[in-house]
Nanobody, 126 residues
């Protein structure tokens, strides 16, 4: 079993930055596909970014069009963590952000993930 705990959320003004972290425990996740999703009030959960293990030390990052160029996903295998650096934040980025992971496959934007964190709230004021 893998436990995921998100941190780093908060309140920020439009144009500001935040860095979310996802700490994994229970197993090493260096060979897992990992991703961030978000859910705003009254809306369905949506894909934000993924960091997919392609084998060896090769990873592939994928971003939703709405965050491309503003957000950067990365992972620190030494710390068993994944991060999401968010910049140029907009009020429409306000949501609960969830960290997720999958083993043995690459769910990508719409596939099924195995593990989910509890989420961290990000609020962007205008």
């Amino acid at each position: 079993q893998v436990q995921l705990v998100e941190s780093g959320g908060g309140l920020v003004q439009a144009g500001g930055s935040l860095r979310l972290s996802c700490a994994a425990s229970g197993r090493t996740v260096s060979n897992y596909a990992m991703a961030w999703f978000r859910q705003a009030p009254g809306k369905e959960r949506e894909f934000v970014a993924a960091h997919n293990w392609m084998g060896g030390s090769v990873y592939y990052a994928d971003y939703a069009d709405s965050v491309k160029g503003r957000f950067t996903i990365s992972r620190d295998n030494a710390k068993n963590t994944m991060n999401l650096q968010m910049g140029s934040l907009k009020p429409e980025d306000t949501a609960v952000y969830y960290c997720t992971a999958a083993v043995g496959r690459v769910p990508g934007r719409v596939g099924e993930y195995d593990y989910w964190g509890q989420g961290t709230q990000v609020t962007v004021s205008s």
